[in-house]
């Protein structure tokens, strides 16, 4: 089992910054990659960046390179998204994702 809370979202206006954090608890976290999805309204669930178990590879979607920054500290189980230059189509819900698990989500609005 494992348990996965995101925080962090919130109303940024646009050029603004973000850092999403998704702490891990439960099974072995450090064994598995991670990947930080996103669904915007109206729209289906995308993958946004993902990060290897030891943190050694990391993607990201085209819409994220250069702009999103994801990371793990593998001491305190969580695993950071740190979005920049955000537009309002970041918008959406940020969900962190270990194999079959899903955290609740956090909101990220972009708007002036």
């Known amino acids: 089992q494992l348990q996965l809370v995101e925080s962090g979202g919130g109303l940024v206006q646009p050029g603004g910054s973000l850092r999403l954090s998704c702490a891990a608890s439960g099974d072995t976290f450090g064994d598995f990659a991670i990947g930080w999805f996103r669904q915007a309204p109206g729209k289906e669930r995308e993958g946004v960046s993902c990060?290897?178990?030891?943190?050694?590879?990391?993607n990201y979607a085209d819409s994220a390179k250069g702009r999103f920054t994801i990371s793990r500290d593998a001491a305190k189980n969580t695993v950071h998204l740190q979005m920049n230059s955000l537009t309002p189509e970041d918008t959406g819900v940020y969900y962190c994702?270990?194999?079959?698990?899903w955290g609740q989500g956090t909101l990220v609005t972009v708007s002036s």
């Open positions: 990060i290897s178990n030891n943190g050694g590879t990391t």
């Open positions: 994702n270990v194999q079959q698990y």
